[in-house]
Each structure stands twice: as structure tokens, then as C-alpha cells.
T-cell receptor, first 114, second 112 residues
Framework: DADVTQTPRNRITKTGKRIMLECSQTKGHDRMYWYRQDPGLGLRLIYY???????NKGEISDGYSVSRQAQAKFSLSLESAIPNQTALYFC?????????????FGPGTRLLVL | TQLLEQSPQFLSIQEGENLTVYCNSS?????LQWYRQEPGEGPVLLVT?????EVKKLKRLTFQFGDARKDSSLHITAAQPGDTGLYLC????????????FGTGTSLTVIP
């Protein structure tokens, strides 16, 4: 079984709809992240959480919200989806190893907003 | 404006050729990572470098962190079709709140 899972893998929605993307991990990591990937822009950080009671905004948090329901679960919501939120969304977890941090990514959710 | 710029954005080469991918910034990083991403999957960490001038080798891949810790390069020797994928650099430091910011990515295709 995969260590980091994302559901759904693909989603088509309409402008104005509220949707939720879910992420679960079995790695036992405290840190979890949500990124979006757009062609030519790499990955951009939306939100991150260092533990259940910790939520931090990333580079591009506007239009998004998150919930850390448990150590293993971190969900991303689009309150009112718009077409420019069409992208590939990745969840990641990490451990902290001295000066370097290893992030483990899920398989991604491809979202299309019509 | 992207914090980390990668070049080239696209690269298509024949099997057996050598190549270098660059990751540049005007900011200083305390650590820099390289990831490879294959279609339909998330990125997978290849290496982390933390010391200016550091060189790390992973089989046919050689990673270098610039002396000033503002840039990095990835050199692949004798590329193989299995090297095909999107290569991403990511840097973290005081200017990023110690969160990793990803580069723009280099899409590599190795033709058999």
C-alpha cells in the first residue's frame, strides 16, 4: 500500500462549487503539505501543517482552506472553485533529518474547473 | 517572479549523451534538493545538498551546490531512457521561512 494516498485522483467540477481533496498518510509524519503544480511553474506551496493544531499559509493560499483532522489526515478545500484553480494538486509529508528534510509525495489529484 | 529558475525548461537528447540542468536563484539557501517526477506520479527525492561547493554522486547523476549556495546543477552521464522525467530543484532557507520552494522544472526526454 502507498504511504501517502490522495482522493480523488481526478475531479471535474464547475465554477462556484465547493470541493474537498483528501490526503492520508501511514508514515507517521507530523508535517504535511499541499502543493499545486502548473506547467512551467513547478510546485507552489498552498498550506502546510506541522502537527494537528498547527496550520500555516503557504505561497498561494488565497481561495483555499485546509483541515488537519488527525496526524494522518490533511484535507484541502476550494470554497468556490474557479477555472484558474485547474491544476495538479499534491499532498506531501515529511520527516526532519538534521539540516535536510525529506518530503514524500502522494500520486496527485488532477482537478479541472469548468 | 520565481524564486528558483531552472534551465533549460525542455531537453530532448539521444541515449548515451551527457546533459546538465541548472537551478539558479539570487537568494541564498541553507539546503537544496533535487527531485524527479514521472508522469502520473508525485516527485521523488534524489538528493539533498547543504554545504556550499558540495558535490554528490548518485550512479550516473552528479549534483553540485554552488559555493555561494545560490545555485545548483545536475549532470547526467550517458543518459538512458529511464532517466526521462521532470526534474525539480527545491531550496529552503531563512528567506523562505525554512519551507522548500520549488523551481520551474526541466522536462527531460531521452530518446532510445
Amino acid at each position: 500500500d502507498a504511504d501517502v494516498t490522495q482522493t480523488p485522483r481526478n475531479r471535474i467540477t464547475k465554477t462556484g462549487k465547493r470541493i474537498m481533496l483528501e490526503c492520508s498518510q501511514t508514515k507517521g509524519h507530523d508535517r504535511m503539505y499541499w502543493y499545486r503544480q502548473d506547467p512551467g511553474l513547478g510546485l507552489r506551496l498552498i498550506y502546510y501543517s506541522f502537527d494537528v493544531k498547527d496550520i500555516n499559509k503557504g505561497e498561494i493560499s488565497d481561495g483555499y482552506s485546509v483541515s488537519r483532522q488527525a496526524q494522518a489526515k490533511f484535507s484541502l478545500s476550494l470554497e468556490s472553485a474557479i477555472p484558474n484553480q485547474t491544476a495538479l494538486y499534491f499532498c506531501a509529508t515529511s520527516d526532519l533529518q538534521g539540516a535536510g528534510e525529506t518530503q514524500y509525495f502522494g500520486p496527485g489529484t488532477r482537478l479541472l474547473v469548468l | 517572479t520565481q524564486l528558483l529558475e531552472q534551465s533549460p525548461q525542455f531537453l530532448s537528447i539521444q541515449e548515451g549523451e551527457n546533459l546538465t540542468v541548472y537551478c539558479n536563484s539570487s537568494s541564498v539557501f541553507s539546503s537544496l534538493q533535487w527531485y524527479r517526477q514521472e508522469p502520473g506520479e508525485g516527485p521523488v527525492l534524489l538528493v539533498t545538498v547543504v554545504t556550499g561547493g558540495e558535490v554528490k554522486k548518485l550512479k550516473r547523476l552528479t549534483f553540485q551546490f554552488g559555493d555561494a549556495r545560490k545555485d545548483s546543477s545536475l549532470h547526467i552521464t550517458a543518459a538512458q531512457p529511464g532517466d526521462t522525467g521532470l526534474y525539480l530543484c527545491a531550496g529552503a532557507g531563512a528567506n523562505t521561512g525554512n519551507q522548500f520552494y520549488f523551481g520551474t522544472g526541466t522536462s527531460l526526454t531521452v530518446i532510445p
